[in-house]
């Protein structure tokens, strides 16, 4: 299953926590390769949402779905230092960001046949000399036998908070409590769906962010890496 010559550090938890920042400072550091599982449940969700825009995921054959997840033309690439995502030729790095497709994304990830689709995908991306892999199931289901397991978390009001930050910066007007809603929905479904639920690893090293800036837990992630991962 797992290359044995390549190590994989697992990062997993809810959304808004910082996995991704995180991730790209590890696999920086390491200068390993890098898997941003949640941006496949995102692009499965745009296909489905281009191929079907009218219909409720319900309405959809879940063959069909699955079919979409199994087809997917992506590839990833850099560009400037950030993580260039082109599907069918088409830059959709940052169409597939927007909350509404985080929200059909977390739907979509619910269905069993869609998650094994998307299996050897994920597995695929193990390369040497590692890979760091962000998602929710990272350290429970895709890669079991992970040297490092990490689960962040935070309360769903300071994840808000930060993306509304974020928002901000960029612009965007939202509206804090709608946001602090949306997370709170996102993590009940993704928590407590049937297969491959969000959840720590048993062997994974919890992390709780909630009054950490995103230095603090870069240095204590990085210092899990020092004593885990032969460089
Ligand atoms: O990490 P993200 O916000 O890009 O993920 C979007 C959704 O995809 C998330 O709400 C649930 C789903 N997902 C998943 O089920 N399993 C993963 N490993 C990654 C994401």
Known sequence: MTDSKAQVICLDGPSGVGKGTICLAVARDLDWH????????????????????????????????????????????????????VLDGEDVTQSIRTEQMGAKASEIAAIPEVRTALLQRQRAFLQPPGLVADGRDMGTVVFPDAELKIYL???????????????????????????????????????????????????????DTTTLDIEQVTKEVMFWVNQRITR
């Not at 879940?62 to 230092?81: H, M």
């Open 34 to 85: 890098i898997l941003d599982s949640g941006s496949l449940y995102r692009i499965t969700a745009l296909q489905v949402l281009r191929q079907f825009p009218d219909s409720g995921t319900d309405s959809i054959k879940v063959t069909q779905l699955a079919e979409i997840a199994k087809n997917l033309s992506v590839t990833y690439t850099e560009k400037d230092g950030q993580l260039m995502i």
């Open 153 to 207: 978390t935070a309360s769903a009001e300071e994840r808000a908070q930060r993306r509304y930050k974020q928002l901000k910066e960029k612009g965007i007007d939202v509206n804090l409590a709608s946001l602090v809603e949306e997370l709170r929905q996102r993590d009940e479904r993704d928590m407590n769906r049937k297969t491959a639920p969000l959840k720590p690893a048993s062997d994974a090293i919890i992390i």
